[in-house]
């Protein structure tokens, strides 16, 4: 059958105005061969690209940065619309493969358009719209892995902690490992963040991780990052870890001593050499950090039990500050609780409140097994009770933790309420241990006053499994017991 004349007008009309309607709209035009050089490119996108040379023949990239063009001749796949950065303009590309009369791909065309054209309007409205909020993301992030406390909020003027304070300020002037020591609630943390904010890092980030609050198998992937594609389900993009997140700042590996034996050969390796590699992946990563690292249980009897690597002990222990437990600096304890109060007035938007000599005294007598962590939740709790400004040892008695009473029976712990839904049927089993099982650890937290180390020995399960437990119950990490 022949072809009415009028198609074949039509045809070739269509082809010439699409040519046209591209000439107009386009900013610039390019042809590469199948090796991604450029075989042609228009003027007013040179002009655009402000690139001074010869251009043709070089690989793509070197005059479009952002070029995906090579994907499009290695794919053989159209790109038909999408978004690339020039300087700060956006345009919208489409990239076109070219093939021969026997269908041998030979290269790719790629149109620029106006990033002004008004159908695409909405489009690109929207696209600077996510621009702009992740920009202001990253911002918060970087914001939030800068260090929040600097040493000066570090209380204390007792012989203890002014030589901390004097070893800690030292520290950040070294780029050394910082290995610090002490029970749980002295402020480990917060010293990390000061030194970090004393350092000539102090602008890059600040990253922490708690090694015991995650659970051994994910920990590796946690620190070190996973290759794309590394497993079924892993990204199809790289997923960085601690390691590289810290980069140029400082990284603080809180509870040390749990870190997994595996994993330490892998962690002296970094400390050695700075560098590691991400999971499923053989290229090699360097990073240049700042390690703190801090625990509060004994290193030395974890080497003499063969839980910790002697040889990594020795290199994060290049060092060493003790945090002196609270019960041995009690001349501190009253300029620790003025400022708490003062914070606590601060968050809560109410008057700031003063204590008696004999509540002083009364915190002075108290053992403090959680330390300042600890005292504060005891503050907390006194500013919960009462809505006196002045706080006497009264007060402080009644918020302090009673006796820990010996552990009972499992049965007794269970209240008869719990195992009756509100309107008196019996509630399925799930919910029953549910509710056992998060008063059983809010049971334990109130008995420590919130020493998670201690509640997880009370309750007979890790720290890891703890932390997990609390998590999946939804039982708040500063919680002591009080809800
Ligand atoms: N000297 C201090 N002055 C003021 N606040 C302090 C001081 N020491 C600790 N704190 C506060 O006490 C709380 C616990 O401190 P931090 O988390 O740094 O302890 P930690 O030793 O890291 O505890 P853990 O070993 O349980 O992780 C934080 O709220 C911290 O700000």
Same mark, same amino acid.
């Given at each position: 059958?022949? @072809? ?14 699409? #040519?046209?309607? #591209? ?81 041998? @791909? ?7 358009? #106006? ?129 590289? @997140? ?5 990284? #603080? ?58 040889? @990594? ?171």
């Amino acid at each position: 059958m022949s @072809l009415d004349p009028n198609f074949e007008h039509l045809r070739a009309r269509a082809v010439e105005s699409l #040519f046209q309607h #591209f000439a107009d709209a386009c900013v610039g035009l390019i042809v590469v061969d199948k090796d991604a050089r450029i075989a042609w490119i228009g003027d007013r996108y040179l002009e655009l690209l402000g690139y001074p040379k010869e251009p043709l023949g070089k690989p793509v990239e070197e005059v479009i940065p952002n070029s995906q063009m090579r994907h499009v001749v290695e794919s053989g796949q159209p790109m038909l619309i999408d978004l690339m950065d020039i300087g700060k303009r956006t345009i919208v590309v489409t990239r076109l493969p070219l093939r021969d009369d026997d269908g041998t @791909l030979i290269g790719a065309i790629g149109l620029a358009l #106006f990033d002004r054209a008004e159908h695409l309007r909405p489009l690109m409205s929207k696209y600077q719209r996510l621009q702009e909020e992740l920009t202001r993301t990253r911002q918060e992030l970087a914001n939030e892995r800068r260090a929040k406390y600097s040493l000066s909020q570090m209380i204390g003027n007792s012989e203890s902690m002014r030589e901390v304070k004097r070893l800690a300020r030292r520290a950040a002037q070294m780029d050394s490992t910082v290995l610090l020591l002490g029970e749980t609630g002295t402020g480990k943390e917060l010293l990390a963040h000061g030194i970090h904010a004393a350092s000539p890092r102090a602008n890059a980030p600040f990253v922490g991780v708690n090694v015991a609050a995650i659970p051994e198998n994910l920990l590796e992937a946690e620190l070190f990052g996973v290759a794309p594609g590394a497993y079924t389900g892993a990204d199809r993009r790289l997923r960085e870890g601690k390691f590289q @997140l810290a980069n140029g700042g400082t990284l #603080f590996l809180d509870e040390i001593g749990d870190m997994p034996l595996p994993l330490q050969a892998k962690l002296l390796r970094v400390l050695q050499e700075r560098e590691f590699e991400a999971v499923g992946s053989n290229k090699v990563v360097r990073v240049d950090l700042r390690i703190i690292a801090a625990t509060s249980r004994d290193l030395d009897a974890l080497v003499r039990d063969k839980q910790f690597r002697a040889d @990594l002990y020795y290199r994060l222990n290049v060092v060493p500050i003790t945090l002196p437990p609270l019960r041995d600096r009690t001349e501190d304890i009253a300029s620790i609780a003025d400022r708490i109060l003062d914070d606590l007035a601060l968050t809560s938007a109410s008057p700031a409140r003063d204590l008696t000599a004999e509540a002083v005294a009364a915190l002075k007598a108290y053992d403090w097994p959680g330390n300042v962590r600890e005292l504060r939740n005891v503050l907390e709790r006194v500013s919960a009770m009462t809505d006196d400004v002045t706080l006497t040892a009264a007060h402080i008695a009644a918020a302090l933790p009673r006796n820990a009473p010996a552990q009972r029976d499992t049965a007794e712990e269970v209240p008869a309420s719990l195992l009756r839904s509100v309107g008196g049927s019996p509630r399925a089993l799930t919910d029953v241990l549910k509710d056992t099982e998060r008063a059983a650890i809010i049971g334990a937290l109130a008995r420590t006053g919130g020493v998670k180390a201690q509640a997880a020995k009370l309750l007979g399960i890790s720290r890891a499994s703890l932390y997990e437990r609390m998590q999946a119950l939804g039982i708040r990490e500063d919680m002591q017991g009080s809800a």
